[in-house]
């Protein structure tokens, strides 16, 4: 597995921040350090471990910050603490290295396509103030490729040589084609992925900001689903939540709720009728105590549903499995003549476009800081990401190689999903 | 308008709570208070006022506090605040009256009617403290009316004879059919209404309790559709918000926003396309500012949707008009070749299963104390509300007999609305 | 009583705002609206009542847009919901006036004396926006008097013909001064006061911007203190809320509770020791129940702390009877060998400086609306208030003729309290 | 360093919960996973590494569940997250193991001692039903040890074979002592700690539950002071908060805010006066920008205040450094002729009596569960933690061997303070 980072050159500016403890120019972080037998650890290590290279200041810098023109860009979907981002971006930028022009990008890629004519507007600390205690975006965001060689075009001709490109996986491929493009033409501009997606799906990455506010904001439907069940005889609460291939969101918000009886997430097929499918253990749930409360990501049981083309980020449009169940449980009771009452709840855009929770903006900040000592020592076509708690240094090329899902065999949050709700781990149809 | 309440008989047993200031007999509050002219106010008032009764504490009670047992029962869907309710009136009963029996009746109506074999819980001041940090009902609560007789039969051999009914319109059409069964039978149980729907439309009422919380929670979804409809090029963020029949969650939430540039409600028409109509003036929003914020209640433009029966209350199930806009309003800037993203939220039960905000709290402490005081003294077939800040008694015939809404012709609430969103008094086609 | 407003001229300039439903230029509010007995009022009415203005937009204005400046300052310690104020008053300026000249003074009324040097800040809707998501006042506040005629100077210099004075009791004071020299010497200016108190407590004016987030925030404390006196054996929890005249913070947050056993306020007296005094009542009730809550706002039992001269505003500096009260607790347990422990809490400026929630925001807006209508129709030496929840003007002479207080013995909102908390009306020493 | 988990026999009843994926026997984390150079990593590691044990279910257990009785104990301050604890232990010892007898034991370690006659409370999945929305603990607290002997006593009396011990270092201490006293005695209880510290100060363990809810609670009293400094001119804001040996409050407090221009923490010394210390860095601060934010973590500076003893936990009761540093703060600017206006804000117990944000209730199912399976297996003498973002189970001994603090020369966190706050990173007199 390739882990290593590329450079511009070679670093011979002494680093103005004086932060006094610079980080060795080979540090690294273990990426294994769960080991089955302690016998396997140990002076005689087995197996040559996977390593990481640290995030943090380096002593010697490649851009002199007084010709640094940097520039930020965000793509995709909102994600609770993109302001966070920007406004640490900039302020380290500016108070710890002296830059002095930042610009941002509006509008995603479309701004780096001269011909849009979304003009950057400069960004300072005087204009980023107070930007964190707002949702979404201060730079508005879009979906979908743009030509790299455009983008190269109008960044040259802006005088970039540091790009912070915030985003997911499209964003961080449209990243790597802007960093290739640019190695192929000579250019020295820096690009640095800062990973956003609210679904947690990073490869290499243990944690992408934003997530915990998203599921934080997710369980108050949960929590009024719960509510809602109990308040009417056989009330039975359903809750969409954000998740197309991973129920990272969908597990932690029943961990935290422990009123859910029922998660249906991507990576876990089920049945809806048989011997030991959902809607026979619903029912005996039901019967049993009278109110259920079902969790169900949006990219489960996709099965059942039919998807409808592709939107501009060429994401598969899923269909409604949460309407689809909504219609199949009152059917299915309907027929088995339990009298029950469902009340369904999609709280959508409200748990990514609100601010980001004072976790999650340490969290940025965090990123933001080690983006900028990692765009300033003129590392390229590379993301800051995190792995057993410290700050890495990924190559864009290795995160977007696959996507982090959740195993459910031996994922231990899906196991402690399991022991919360008292769902059984297979929910096939073992009649057939 | 006959405000006169009615009574069970002859008030003897002095007031144990000694709060000192007990309200006298025939304290009343004028029900009209603004004059659109300083001289028709005076000496010489030229029309008699309406005069509602005021709530409180009277110096002699009917009731034996010693030999009263008191039911309370929730119906209808739920609403913020309701826990609060319970547990004052647990409170007030027993630490104040000294009342020792209070049964609480499960799943509405249906709890009052033997048959369905729900037991009542006996309520207590520890089996209700803290309840109010949750949302719902820990009464549970069902839809629909019951037979007036079986439910008075049962009262009976439960011995109640205070029974305080919190619900809404069906709710109390409910308790007024009791009551009257009751007078009928010669049977000495007073009836006391405490009026609860998260839109505010009970006439002669000012305000209901957990308005204010839903409301508040309506806030987050039209900050988020904000955000969302600025995070994008031409982004549009649409909300649907409860309100059947009325405006006033869409209205309140609207003047709290201050960020929407639509509000359309069930009081007011709008026609779609045609000069001055909806669909042009947005688009028109869109070009001059893009981005724009719409909030639909939910009643609103049902001329545009097929309604589909009724519900278990006999309320007829609306069509969705949320997602009916949302499809017209993509046709339409499809049409228009103008580029738009539409992000439809709709935050649904969660504006109503919330726990009550600080002030419906204490709104719901004055409702209880001041129902109990009313049981206490033998009213009955009355309900406590509120008009001009102060706490009325109103007879539940008279509150039902037509419900409240928003005329937008004379509505202070609606003009600032107005002149918050900028949008024109009239969205009527002006080109037929 | 006076209640007539003052008005600079003849008002002639349609009004531009087209908003349909104008006010009539003599509405009236009445008063008095509640009677101890329904044969005082009828067309005999047996006595004049009081009549307030009503506010509202009017046919007719009495400045031209084109040439209006405005000038906005806002004064002493912070409340929510001024930024809401300041924003609604620029939107509401700019966009339906057309005003094109917004003036913010900084720092209170040492930005209308030139000699301090704070210029004033252009206000647009852009510079506004959102920042009514932030608490505090973007324009800075200042305490103290300045001399009436130095800010007439600096305003007439800077072309001001309507100024909005948000502020407190000396803010006011502040306001009338100026009105009063500009009436002196024929200048034309509006001077308009939108009323800002944390403690609710101006004469004339039901409620006060900012109260319900306030008492909202300082439930947290109280709630917090309810769980560190459960948390422990005979535990005590001692809260201090803002109130220096008036216990309507510290009421209504016991009201929104339901755990305080104990409210002192500046408005009843009470003694330490001896018989039915109020350390005596606390160990009584920790004896039963095994904690107790108390709430004290910081005006109440002045009697046993020593105040520490005035500050800038001329409030006396009160003693802390927080920390008094805390330590005479402690000594008293010790004393009567009961073990106890205390837990203290403060919340201070925590309760004032967050941003206003959604029913404060609704009510800064119609405040501002009105402010702005007033304004612009030449009404003058006035302030915007509430009275049996109808927006009002009220002289500010007669608003600062004395002040709002709670009276314990006739109030509704003590009754409640003490049904609430259960203490007796009285906690006087009846031994001596 | 011995990491070694004490059991107290074979494990030979099948785990009845059929999770599937049993953790094996020897599990193990390692405990270094960052290295300065890739060299020092690999095959031929040059180091033994420590290993943690892992946490999890194992495929047998100990106790046969039909004969387990189980109590639970809380001690010491509160934290955020403890209902949580409690309610998860029992739903998972109730659902998972079947486990039929839990008793909580009140008022901490004085529960265990029978003379105290603090009864315990047996615990059911319905009693702890909703907890977890409230701060504190359903089973209240003490402080201060108790004999090891009495406590055992009691137990055995009592029948227990698994005692969880929920609290700080003396706690953990406390279970030692029991768990020392009944290997002596041969009695075969499991001893099974959680550790809950606010300050976040345990050895060997990443993170303590309810530390992410505290710093969140605490950000808001920072936004405050920052509001308020910049309400006024040359403002100052300061924020006392909780960390008596440590600053992982304040420096994640000023992470998340961003708004903090100096924080004072007891790991890193500094002086008051004198070039380059505190005041005239403060002074510099506010001449430059007009206003300024102070964090001071409880435990700085104790060189300047008096201690007053220890209280029943045997703590030293620290003084009170905010209180100082306002004093000498306010002095100093009067010295320097400098106008300025300070605000204190002490949110205290605030930040400590609130229930756990989602994070901390994940992490506490997580702890919770994890115990559980740690009792049922026979591990005891220890307490579950987390290392790496693993969960572990780490030997009491060891734990409380040391505490952690944080190093302000190496500390990641500590830099990022010092890289958002702007401070320099030492305040320490340069003149003498």
Not at 186 to 206: E, L
Request: glycine share 10%.
């Amino acid at each position: 597995m390739n882990t290593k980072i590329e450079s511009l050159g070679k670093r011979t500016i002494p680093n103005p921040t004086k932060s006094g403890d610079y980080l060795s120019e080979n540090a690294v972080v273990t990426f294994e350090t769960m080991f089955a037998d302690s016998k396997m650890v140990g002076p005689h290590f087995q197996k040559q471990p996977t390593l990481l290279e640290q995030a943090g200041a380096l002593e010697k810098i490649y851009f002199d910050p007084r010709w640094v023109s940097a520039g930020i860009v965000t793509c995709g979907g909102l994600c609770p603490g993109i302001n966070d981002v920007i406004r640490v971006l900039v302020m380290e930028l500016h108070y710890h290295y002296g830059v002095r022009r930042i610009l941002g990008f509006r509008y995603g890629y479309q701004g780096l396509v001269k011909s849009y004519g979304h003009h950057p507007h400069e960004l300072t600390p005087d204009s980023v103030d107070d930007i964190q205690h707002m949702g979404g975006t201060i730079l508005s965001s879009s979906r979908g490729p743009q030509d790299p060689g455009e983008m190269l075009d109008y960044l040259q001709e802006c005088g970039i040589n540091i790009l912070f490109c915030i985003g997911g996986d499209g964003t961080l491929r449209g990243a790597l084609a802007i960093h290739e493009e640019a190695k192929r033409r000579g250019q020295k501009i820096a690009v640095i992925g800062i990973p956003k997606t609210i679904d947690n799906d990073i490869y290499m990455v243990q944690k992408t900001f934003g997530f915990s506010t998203a599921f934080s904001k997710s369980l108050e439907a949960v929590t009024c689903a719960h509510t809602e069940a109990k308040g009417t005889y056989n009330g039975i609460g359903l809750v969409k939540l954000m998740g197309r291939h991973s129920g990272f969101i969908a597990a932690n918000t029943a961990l935290a709720s422990g009123d859910a009886n029922f998660v249906l997430i991507p990576e876990q097929d089920f049945d809806l009728e048989g011997e030991g499918a959902f809607l026979p253990l619903l029912k005996q749930r039901l019967l049993a105590r009278k109110h259920a409360v079902i969790i169900v990501a949006e990219g489960a049981g996709q099965k059942y549903v039919t998807t409808t083309g592709t939107d501009a980020s060429g994401n598969t449009r899923l269909g409604n499995i949460g309407l689809f169940l909504k219609e199949k449980i009152i059917e299915y009771f309907k027929k088995e003549k339990v009298p029950a009452s469902l009340k369904y709840i999609d709280p959508s855009y409200i748990i990514r476009s609100v601010p980001a929770n004072p976790d999650d903006s340490v969290f940025c900040r965090f990123l933001a800081q080690y983006a900028v000592h990692a765009g300033m020592a003129g590392k390229t076509g590379m993301l800051v990401g995190m792995w057993n708690n410290i700050f890495t240094h990924v190559p864009i090329e290795l995160a977007t190689s696959q996507r982090k899902v959740l195993n459910p065999e031996t994922n231990k949050l899906w196991q402690a999903v399991i022991e919360s709700t008292g769902q059984p781990f297979s929910m096939k149809d073992r009649s057939s």
